[in-house]
C-alpha cells in the first residue's frame, strides 16, 4: 500500500511507534524488540486495535513503525516564515510521517512504551502535546498521564528529562571523541597502506604498504603524472581498503543492519593517489583539528624526505614519461598548440603524424605535425645547450678560483648551525629537568610543555638536516659540475642518437612544454636547469642576431646576472648525483650553478 492509498479504514485503530538511537547501545529500553514486544502487550491489555493490515514501505510494517537515527546529530534549525509563524525540522523521516497521519484523522491513536520514545527535546514535545489536545489518543505504556492540570504537568516534566536524555547522549559521543583525540589518538580510518585496529593501533598494512612506498618512490622521480600512477597501481593489484557501500534510502527505512553489508575492495584510480601523495598521515602524524600532529596510534611509513620531495615534485608542472595504458609514442602529451590544446598522435601509411583539435577561434592554420619536426625543432635548440671550449675553460678557471671563497663560506654555515644546534639542545635540556618547578609555578601547563618540546625537536631536525647537507666539501660538489658540464656538451648528441623512449626521457628532462604553431615551434618551456641554461645565452649573446632561437624560451632572464655564487647554489648540485651517471640523472641544478660562474661577456 501506498500512503496516499490510506482510505477511512483504519480511522479507528492504533500504530505502534518505536525508536532506537544509534548512539546509545546499552539502553535496553533502546532496543527495538523489547519496545515492540511491550507495546503490543499494551495495546492486547487496553484493547486496542492495531492497524495490523497497515504496511507502507518504508514507513511501518503491519502496523509498526521501527525508527532509527542518531541522537548525535541534534536538529538546531528554526525558521521564522513572512506570515509569523515558527517551524522547526524533524529529523526523523517516520515520526514525521506518522504526525501527519494522525492530524489528518486517518488513525486514532498511537502507542510509544514512554515520553523519551517519542519526543528529543522541547519542539517534539510541544508537537504531541498539541496531538493529544486534537483529540488523538497518544498512549505511553510506561505512563498515563491524567486529563487534568496535574497529568499535563507530568507529562511535561518526562518530555523535559527525555529532552535532557537526549543532550547528555549528544555530549557524551561528543566528549569521547574530544578526549581520543587530546590523546593524540587516531579516531578516523587510516589511509591505504594502514590497517585500523581501533584508535590507538593502526598497523602498517602488509600487503598494501609497500606498494604505497613504491608509489611515493616513483612520483619523486618526476617522471610520473599521477593519472598513470593511478593506472600503474592498479596493474599491481593495488586496492581501496575494504569498505561498506552507503546504504540506501529504502535500506535506512528499513532498518537494515549496517554489518549486513559485505566489505568490498574497490580498485584504486587516481584520486586515490591525488589524496595519498599530501597526506601527512604518512610521515607519522595525525589531524586533530586543523593541525597535524605526532600520532600515537601509528608509524611513519614514508621517510620525511622522500615525503618532502614528493610535495616540491607536486608544485611543478610536469609531463608523464610514462604511460601505462596508452601506445608509447614520443612527443605524446609534449607538444602544445598556441590555445593550449594537445598534440595527439596517429600513424598514418606508417608514418607517425601528431595532430591537434583546436579550441575553437585558435588562429593556427595547420593542426598537423610530422614526428620528424618535432624531432628537429627540438635537436636544433639541444644542439645550442652547450657551453664552447673557451668557455668552459672561463668557467673552470673562475669556479677553482672561487673555491676558497665557498668553502669559507661553508665553514661559517656550518659554524652556525652548530651554534643553533648547541642553543636547541639547551633548551629541550632545561625543560626536561624543569618540568616540575614549571608546572609547579604555573609558567606552563603539561600541555604548554610538550608542544614547546616537540616544537624544539622538530627544529633540531630541522638544524641537524642541514648540517649533513653542509658537510659535503666544496671540491666535492665542484666535481659534479664539471662532470655535468662535460655530459651537457653532448646533450645534442645523445639525443640525436637515442631510442624513441629516450628521445622521450631527454625531452621531459628538458622541456615543460613544446608550442606549435603552423608546424613551427614558437615558443617552449625548460625544466629549470636547461632554462637557466638558455637564459645564460640569452644574456650572452644578445648583441648576436642569429641566436633567435633563445627568443623562443618564454622564461625571462632573472634580472641583472649578477655573479652571485653562493653556497646554497653549490648545495642545488647535490641531489641524486651518487644514484648513477650520464644525463638523465643529473641534477637541473648544477646548470643553474654554471650559469652563475660563467663569466660576463664584454
Ligand atoms: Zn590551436
Known sequence: MELKDIGDQFKDSYLIYNRRSTDDAENQRNSLVYQRQRNIDYAEREKLPLAKNLTIAGFCTNGVIDESHSAFKQEVELIITPEGSIQHKILRPKFLTLISLLQARKIKGVIFLCMDRASRNDQDLNVVTKLGDMGCDVRFVDASYE?????KLHRRMDGVFAAHFSEVISEKVKNAQKKLRGERRCIYAAPVGYLDKGSNNKPLDPERAPIVKRIFELYATGNWSIRQLGKWARDQGLTKKPCRRKRTKEEIANNVDVASIPKIARPVDHKTIEYMLPNPFYIGKIKIGKNYEDSIAHQALIDRSLFFTVQDTLKKKRVSVYYIDKDFHTYREIAHCTCGRAYSPYIQKGIIYYRCRCKEGCDNGDQNL?????????????????????????IERDA??????????????LDDLHAKQRTILADIDYIVQNKITLLRTGSMDAEGIMQEQRRLEDKLALVNKDITVYAESAPEMLKYVLTFSELVRDAGLHFEHALDNEKREIATLAFTELVFKDRQLVSYEAQDGFKALLQRKADTDSKKSEHTWDNLSQNQPPGSSGRTRTYNQLLTLRPNVTKGSGLYHHPRGVLRYLVSTAPPRL
Open 147 to 151: 486529563k487534568n492540570s496535574s497529568g
Open 370 to 394: 610530422n614526428e620528424s619536426e618535432i624531432t628537429a625543432a627540438i635537436q636544433t635548440i639541444l644542439n645550442k645547450v652547450h657551453f664552447t671550449e673557451e668557455e668552459k675553460a672561463e
Open 400 to 413: 677553482k678560483g672561487e673555491l676558497a671563497k665557498i668553502s669559507e663560506h661553508r665553514d661559517k654555515t
